[in-house]
Nanobody
Framework: QVQLVESGGGLVQAGGSLRLSCAAS?????MGWFRQAPGNQREFVAA????????LYKDSVKGRFTISRDDAKNTVYLQMNGLKPEDTAVYYC?????????????????WGQGTQVTVSS
């Protein structure tokens, strides 16, 4: 079982930036970031394979968010620039079940506790 610990959330004004980190207790192949706003279902944000060979983004974050990883540290990052109020949510990192990236919650098996991101207008 892999344990995940997220950090880096906070309150930021629209247009600002935050970098989320997710430290895993062991090696992983596919890592993903999801988010969940109040009253909404958890949604895919971005995913990355081992060594960053492949990445995938939700359309609305393309060009603003960048997912990356440091496999020596078993850590994945989400750099978020140009934040908008609609990005406000609890952000979760997760470990993928398969060796290809997935946009589905069911494609991930271990989840972090989440970190709150709030973007004020």
């Amino acid at each position: 079982q892999v344990q995940l610990v997220e950090s880096g959330g906070g309150l930021v004004q629209a247009g600002g930036s935050l970098r989320l980190s997710c430290a895993a207790s062991g090696r992983t192949f596919v890592m993903g970031w999801f988010r969940q706003a109040p009253g909404n279902q958890r949604e895919f944000v971005a995913a990355i394979t081992w060594r960053g060979l492949s990445t995938l983004y939700k359309d609305s974050v393309k060009g603003r968010f960048t997912i990356s990883r440091d496999d020596a540290k078993n850590t994945v990052y989400l750099q978020m620039n140009g934040l908008k109020p609609e990005d406000t949510a609890v952000y979760y990192c997760a470990v993928g079940k398969m060796t290809t990236v997935s946009t589905q919650v069911s494609g991930y098996e271990y989840w972090g506790q989440g970190t709150q991101v709030t973007v004020s207008s």
